[in-house]
């Protein structure tokens, strides 16, 4: 059986990971969590991480998410996040792991 990772509103990171469960008769999903850390202020990205915890598997899948544009944040967004480049470097080639 196959078991699909909703993204995210804000994911734009390709590919979305499909978790395989070896036998569906033995191996269930137990519980999933999915958060955010904003990390520091002076980086432009914040990392997306969803914990899936099966009968017998832990999967972590952490991605990386452009930091939103707003006016508080407009000199980091200048200045070390240098965010105007971000059109020229498309969100969906950030850094994306799944592991287990």
């Given at each position: ?11 734009v990171v390709e590919p979305i990971p499909h978790i395989y469960l070896m036998d ?32 017998g598997r832990i999967f972590f899948w952490n991605r990386a998410t452009y930091k ?33």
């Amino acid at each position: 059986a196959m078991w699909t990772i909703v993204p995210n509103t804000d994911d734009v990171v390709e590919p979305i990971p499909h978790i395989y469960l070896m036998d569906p008769a033995k191996e269930k999903i137990i519980f999933h969590l999915t958060f955010k850390d904003l990390g520091s202020a002076f980086q432009g990205t914040y990392t997306n991480t969803d914990i899936i915890v099966t009968s017998g598997r832990i999967f972590f899948w952490n991605r990386a998410t452009y930091k939103k544009f707003d006016c508080m944040s407009l000199p980091c967004y200048c200045f070390a996040w240098a965010g105007c480049l971000n059109r020229f470097f498309p969100g969906r080639n950030l850094a994306n792991k799944l592991s287990f």
